[in-house]
């Protein structure tokens, strides 16, 4: 049902942008009184008392806050607005005169040290990407790896054991150098080469203790889930059976018993089935779910006559009763109360008039909210021809925007996508007049303010 519009007088909105101190703060607390100020250009004089959210930069204010970083990257990183004003406003340079330029010029002898710490290319390259793609550019990859082993050598036991000497763990080693690590892993060769490696994971896993992490268990996909670098290592090792032997098969045979212990660990009904779906189906494929959760609480209450009757005097059709509160209609509708619930309501199919289409279409900015929260008048008077009268309102209203109006709407916002989001109408008026940069300069200014107050 629509709720009769207040008639805002000049007074009332005086006396609500009163309580604020910014036009933001008021928008956000009073979107209503703010609207109406705005149409009806009294906004200025709401407003005088004020504060201004801009705050504009100067070069002094960049140079203090740059002095706070030492390279030109962690400023951007840590402080990206002033990064940007310094350098929009060519202050750039003078703010960076403190900072390391660190600028290293790769010579041969340079690219052939770092060469010298791997034994592959594919090693230097992941390791050292800038040495590598100097020397390749200057064309002494040749040079630098000559003594780097051939992709296509055949690796043995003892290659591999030397590549692998290379690499603190086996990840890294796998990374660098996965054709050492593949013939390793295929000819079982991998524990021999690794055993100067770390343990990353802080133990190694035996056979034992494989058993006695599964013996806590019963299944086997509650192992995994539950301790999933056990039950990985004992696959790998073919130690999985072994592990399993006391555990049950998957097609448990699920019996009455089961079924009300699996039940009584659960409140309702609805988190028993998500919880332990195998024994809530086995249960109501054997008709013992009325017995299984007689201890279940019900999530909501028992659908009385009044209660429904309460419930559907809240609307003026059935449509709208059903679509708001489904379970009241559909109890009401089950036990036979549904006529005298909806007595009240008119019995005949309600008759749309263009009065009543444009009065509905006042209430909302945008036809596609028009659409989605009354669909019933924004479809008749789609299908009769009345859409044109009925959204006069609407396109005055992107008439009506102007460029300081559109910086005021975007700047409650912290970005772009979330003004658009929030307020497309507004956003598609600034984007059609071309105001999109001048308001994504108002937000980082009320970024930069906000941050100044947090930090001041």
């Known amino acids: 049902m629509i709720k009769p519009r207040t008639k805002r007088t000049k007074e009332n909105c005086l006396e609500s942008a009163n309580k604020y101190e910014t036009r933001s703060a008021w928008m956000r607390a009073d ?24 705050v504009k930069w100067t070069r002094e204010q960049c140079i ?16 990206q607005l002033s990064y940007s004003a310094a350098q929009r406003k060519g202050w750039f340079e003078d703010c960076c005169t403190h900072m390391e330029v660190k600028i290293v010029r790769w010579t041969r002898e340079l690219c052939l040290i770092s060469a010298r710490k791997h034994k592959t290319k594919a090693s230097w390259r992941s390791y050292d990407i800038n040495a590598y793609n100097a020397s390749y550019r200057h064309g002494w990859l040749k040079e630098c790896s000559a003594h780097m082993v051939a992709s296509v050598e055949k690796w043995t036991l003892e290659s591999c054991k030397e590549s692998a000497l290379f690499h603190k763990t086996r990840k890294a080693w796998k990374i660098a150098e996965g054709g050492a690590y593949k013939k390793a892993l295929n000819n079982n060769w991998l524990d021999e080469c690794c055993s100067h490696m770390e343990v990353v994971y802080g133990k190694k896993w035996t056979k034992e203790m494989c058993i006695e992490s599964a013996m806590q268990f019963e299944t086997r996909k509650e192992w995994k889930s539950k301790d999933g670098s056990a039950y990985r290592a004992a696959k790998k ?18 019996t009455l018993q089961k079924c009300k212990e699996s039940a009584l660990r659960h409140q309702y009904c609805i988190s028993w089935m998500k919880s332990d779906n195998k024994a809530y189906q086995a249960a109501l494929n054997y008709g013992w779910l009325d017995e299984c959760k007689k201890h279940m609480e019900k999530l909501h209450g028992k659908w009385t006559k009044d209660v429904c009757l309460t419930s559907a005097l809240k609307w003026k059709f ?9 379970c009241a209609y559909i109890a009401a509708q089950k036990k036979g109360w549904l006529d005298e619930c909806c007595a009240h309501m008119p019995k005949v199919k309600f008759k749309y008039t263009k009065d009543y289409c ?27 021809g009345w859409m044109d009268d009925c959204t006069r309102h609407m ?16 700047v409650i916002y912290k970005s772009l996508d979330d003004w658009k989001e929030a307020d497309d109408v507004t956003y598609q008026a600034a984007l059609k007049n071309g105001w999109i940069p001048y308001c994504h300069e108002a937000i980082i200014q009320q970024s930069t303010l906000a941050w100044f107050k947090e930090n001041s």
């Open 318 to 326: 059935r449509t709208e009763w059903f679509e708001n509160d489904k």
């Open 31 to 54: 979107p209503n009184a703010y609207a109406a100020a705005h149409k009806k250009g009294w906004i200025d004089d709401c407003c005088a008392h004020m504060k201004s959210p801009y």
């Open 395 to 410: 396109r005055d209203m992107e008439k009506s925007h102007t460029i300081d109006s559109c910086k005021e709407a975007a």
């Open 358 to 384: 444009t009065e509905s279409a006042s209430h909302f900015k945008t036809l596609k909210s028009w659409e989605s929260i009354d669909n019933s008048s924004y479809t008749q008077a789609l299908r009769k």
């Open 64 to 79: 203090s806050i740059a002095r706070h970083y030492k390279s030109r990257s962690s400023w951007f990183n840590g402080h």
């Open 237 to 254: 090792f073919g130690w999985l059976n072994d592990s399993c032997t006391h555990m049950q098969n998957g097609n448990r045979k699920w």
